[in-house]
């Protein structure tokens, strides 16, 4: 539910500031979303016997050195409807936007084995000529049988598993016979 609220806020906010306002203010939502990663703040933050006036003077200090009126006035507004929580999601949802309008994605390579930056570039080439955009991709080593490669940000999922191969490998030659 979140996630649907801080869309239509991030929708707004892109077409009222444009692009490189949001990557600005996404810097800033980001740093105070990990604020709510501390258990002190996101309690004062949730807290109801804590005047609403007061969770803004604490935001707005917050972001006070970025000097924009229009983030002061989203920080209001989002004080004054009682949606403070949804500060993670809304930065979630700018970085998802400026990779959008920016056509740039990261994904995450898992394999048992090590995988080189070679095939780290030339896979990022790869899945960057299929979507058209540029995908740079991390290596994680994990206990996936194979390789699995993921890009959220695009709903991507491939993956190549050495038993399924080989099961459809022994399944072809049994219907060949």
Known sequence: ??????????KALGEATGSEAL???????????????NTKFASVMENPEIANADK?????????AVESDKLNNLIKLLVENGRISIIPAMAEEMRKEIARSSKNYSGVVYSNE???AKTLSDLSMGLGKKVDATVVLEFVKNDVDGLKVEVTDLDMEINFSK???????????????
Do not use: G
């Not at 539910?1 to 991030?10: D, G, N, T």
């Open 1 to 10: 539910m979140q996630e649907l609220i801080a869309k239509r806020y991030v």
């Open 23 to 37: 990557e600005n203010m996404y810097d800033v939502f980001s740093a105070v979303s990990a604020s709510f990663s």
């Open 56 to 64: 803004e003077s604490i935001l707005l200090d917050a972001v006070k």
């Open 114 to 116: 090590d995988v080189d």
């Open 163 to 177: 038993t399924r191969v080989n099961a459809q490998l022994v399944e072809h030659i049994l219907k060949a016979i």
